[in-house]
């Protein structure tokens, strides 16, 4: 199953970019995550923080992956009719290839001019080592 968790690029530059999810009941996750009262899980939270920072880091052709995830922490919950405003922000690349990021998702709601942080932390990414 693929996970295609940007939905639009609202801004971009060289080492910054913000991407938004809309988040609906006609995701089949939401189906089993949990019955009754579908959030947008944790991890999927997270890999819209790794998908932005992928569109932001990778040259065309180049695939890149998750290295390491630090001090994540996670707060409101997301639900269908919200979205995600994910903010990706990328530091000085290694000699190794790696380049660690700083991520953050807000909660935007669909009747409300609130937002909360949804989740937020800091996580490298890495090309992808096809062996």
């Given at each position: 199953m ?6 639009q ?30 959030i ?20 065309e052709?180049q695939?890149?992956v ?15 009719g ?23 998702g807000?909660?935007?709601r ?22």
């Amino acid at each position: 199953m693929k996970f295609d968790l940007v939905d639009q690029v609202l801004e971009q530059d060289e080492k910054r970019i913000v991407t938004i999810k809309q988040v609906t009941l006609a995701e089949e996750y939401l189906a089993d995550h949990f019955p009754g009262f579908p959030i947008l899980p944790g991890v999927l939270m997270l890999e819209a923080m790794v998908q932005a920072a992928s569109k932001l880091l990778a040259p065309e052709g180049q695939r890149l992956v998750l290295g390491e995830v630090k001090a994540v922490k996670y707060g409101a919950m997301v639900r269908p009719g919200d979205s995600l405003r994910v903010e990706v922000t990328a530091g000085a690349t290694k000699d190794d290839g790696t380049t660690p990021c700083k991520g953050t998702g807000t909660v935007l709601r669909r009747d409300s001019e609130e937002t909360q942080t949804a989740v937020a932390g800091r996580f490298s990414m890495r090309p992808a080592r096809i062996e």
